[in-house]
């Protein structure tokens, strides 16, 4: 594998004509600035939860605004993730990677000298917008300068490294928040972007001339509104707590997200080119990818936040950044590991029984974190995280394959952008619930939550057919 994706034999290299040497040479500087953006995309995603207790104490943020940091890039990539698809293929995945990696670069430098609460969530919204931008579009780069024969591996390693980037994250964001101070994790992300930018940029403009335009207008409406519907739902959500004292500021919010949901519909399905292809939603595959996909964020981002809120407060653990980063560092390796081998996993256990068995760990995973937490048994907490981060990653990894088996290849870019989109909505829900259940249980109360959503996984994991 890494001979195909690192490079050619150098018997090889002796017999290609230099236009071929140069296609070569641009796949390989496209190749190595999309890994490692995602590579620091993905870190960015997870290093923020270790930092948080310190970004709250300095900032002075309130519960809701703990919640913001997180959800404000959540939000904010979940409903324009499908958006930035059709503009790489609009504009040119190249261009649109390059754009979408400077944006984040500026959001990060904006997050590490923010000095408000205000400051910081428009950080974090920029940031998600801009991961919205380079998240599809360095995927669609690197499989327009791949070679064909190098495409699945050059997709791999892409993935690899995002995934990467995510399983690390709490490890790095807890020792730079310890050693460097929270602030630290945002200024890393600048001169990996900029490095990113310039791989892309030396790659040159071939690659944006070989790959075919769209020619439709974007449905902007649809846009708005799915940005609408997000944003309202959420807000609605994270005001739950509050019913009984501020009924309006939970009511008015999901009428809005509900008035929407129902108009976003009735545009999409009369628009000439819609954002969201609800067609898609006929088809039993899709769906269930897509919400075995959505179960497995919304665990993810919940244990990970109220983890290291419970782990670092004084009525906790009372771990430092650097021991709740390091105490996550089994699940991190599961997460790697399994999501890096789910496919030989499914391909040998069939994909219902790989869905299931994963789903089923989510649940079996919680409840030995919850005994272990009650009992402050470290070894055996080990062995949760362990087992939940292995079948965290199960579904995550094939959920995405399940979902786009059921469309022909015309239609994946726009099914990846539902999916990913769906992914980050409802890993903003796990944020919002898991503050519900934080507050009504702790971290036992997340636990409960997180473990019902793996019994529902593995309830929906049961009706996959096997081909």
Known sequence: MTRNVIGTRASDAGTEDPGNRKSLGRFASVRWASCLAMLGVGANSTAIMAALPAVQAELSLSANGVQWAVNAYLVVSAAAIVLGGQAADRFGARLISMAGLALFALASCTIALAGSQAALFAGRAVQGLAAALAVPSTLAAVDASAPAERRAAATGAWTGFLMLGFSIGPLLGGALAHFAGWRMIFWLNVPLMLSAVAGLAYAGVAIDRDRPRQSHPADWTGFALLATFMVALVFALHEVPRARTAPVAVIVPFVVATVAFCLLIVV?????????????????????GVAIGALSMFSIMGLLLYFNL???????????????GAALLPLSAALLALALSAAPAAHRLGLRNAMMGGTALIAAGSGILAVAIAGDRLLLGAIGFLVTGAGLALPYALAPRLALSALSPAQRGQGSGIVNGCTFLAGSTGVAIGAIAFELGQFAGVLTMVALAGLVGVAISSRISDQ
Do not use: H, N
Request: no cysteine.
């Open 310 to 324: 419970y782990a670092q407060s004084g009525s906790g653990l009372r771990l430092t950044a650097l021991e709740a």
């Open 268 to 288: 999409e399905l009369r628009v000439k080119a819609p954002l969201i292809d609800l067609g898609f939603f006929t088809r039993r595959a899709f769906v269930t």
